[in-house]
């Protein structure tokens, strides 16, 4: 069985950008993605902060664009999912239902998922009101009254973005003031459909067949009430996909990869980029520099070990 120089795990903007440094720079590369190569961008309608796309990209578009780039310089993309790493010796195995593959190093940029409330109601109903995508699902709730659960970046741009749909979007938060960055809380406030629901949780989302209402507790006051709506928003952060690299890789209490700041993880020749590292800001641009940053330096890592 052959032995590649690179696997990198995952085609998010990490992996894709991992994948192009490695390509250009003639390793014998292979991306592996489980879905289709885009990750989480995927579901994001506009992209504004993307450097030098000044009216904002598709988040599909930024997708396409950064895999057809890989491509360009030969990248070859699998599709297919890992379920396990192992070591023998020097070289990395990577096992999942297709098979083995052995590689020299590899790039772990498997990215993450939302995260759910953890309420009763939320699993019988995701699909039938919850969701976890407004550029997905909110086309669905034309003329309509949803519930968001969130105050992050995420929580307001999904906001924003319903209210192209919904007549009504009540954006429930749990403290006092959003965490979102000034100018997206800026357009939050200053919606007019958008009514903000401060220093309130959910208890509970309800309906027999699809989302009817949420029960809300006001924590100032204490009261507790149900808010009819149609459907259910859930905005509350991400959880990395690293469930399978647990005890094989160090990470932090939430999962997250912990790296050094040449993307090297605590196994030598893994290195690790994107949204499923520990750090402090999660953005497309910084997922791409750390998979620029990864494959440099696992090429690095290959020639002073394997060469
Ligand atoms: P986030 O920043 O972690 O925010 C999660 C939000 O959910 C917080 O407001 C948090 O409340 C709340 N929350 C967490 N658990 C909760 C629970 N169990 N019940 C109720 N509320 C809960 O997550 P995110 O908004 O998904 O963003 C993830 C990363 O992507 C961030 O780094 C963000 O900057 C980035 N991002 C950037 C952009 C952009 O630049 N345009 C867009 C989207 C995302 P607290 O505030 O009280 O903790």
Redesign the pocket.
């Known amino acids: 069985m052959s032995t590649h120089d690179l696997v990198i795990v995952g085609g998010g903007p990490a992996g894709l950008t991992a994948g192009l440094y490695a390509a250009r720079a003639r390793l014998d590369t292979v991306l592996l993605e489980r879905l289709s190569p885009g990750g989480q961008v995927l579901t994001?309608d506009v992209?504004?902060?993307w450097p030098g796309d000044i009216d904002g990209v598709n988040g599909f578009d930024l997708a396409d664009r950064m895999r057809d780039h890989a491509l360009k310089f030969g990248l070859e993309i699998r599709g297919t999912e890992i379920t396990k790493l192992t070591a023998d010796g020097k070289i990395k195995v990577l096992h999942g239902p297709d098979g083995e593959i052995r590689t020299k190093a590899v790039v772990l940029a498997v990215g993450a998922q939302?995260?759910k409330?953890?309420v009763p109601g939320e699993d019988l109903l995701t699909g039938r009101g919850v969701s976890y995508c407004g550029t997905c699902d909110g086309p669905f709730y034309r003329e309509q009254t949803v519930v968001c659960?969130?105050?992050?970046?995420?929580?307001?741009?999904e906001c924003v973005f319903l209210t192209r749909f919904a007549e009504k979007v009540y954006m429930?938060?749990?403290?006092d003031e959003?965490?979102?960055?000034g100018i997206?809380a800026e357009r939050v406030m200053n919606n007019p459909k958008i009514e903000l629901l401060l220093s309130q949780?959910?208890l509970e989302i309800k309906g027999e067949s699809k989302v009817e209402a949420v029960r809300l507790k006001n924590l100032k006051t204490g009261e507790e009430y149900d808010l009819p709506c149609d459907g259910a928003f859930v905005?509350?952060?991400?959880s990395p996909n690293t469930e399978f690299l647990r005890g094989v890789v160090d990470m932090d209490r939430e999962g997250f990869l912990i790296c050094d700041r040449d993307q090297h993880t605590s196994m030598n020749g893994v290195f690790a980029a994107g949204?499923c590292c520990s750090k402090l800001?999660?953005?497309i641009v910084v997922a791409a520099g750390e998979g620029a940053v990864a494959t440099y330096a696992a090429q690095r890592y290959l020639e002073e070990v394997h060469e």
């Open positions: 994001t992209v504004e902060n939302p995260k409330l953890g659960f969130g105050g992050g970046d995420t929580a307001a741009e429930v938060h749990r403290r959003l965490r979102a960055a997206l949780v959910p905005f509350v952060g991400t949204d800001l999660r953005q």
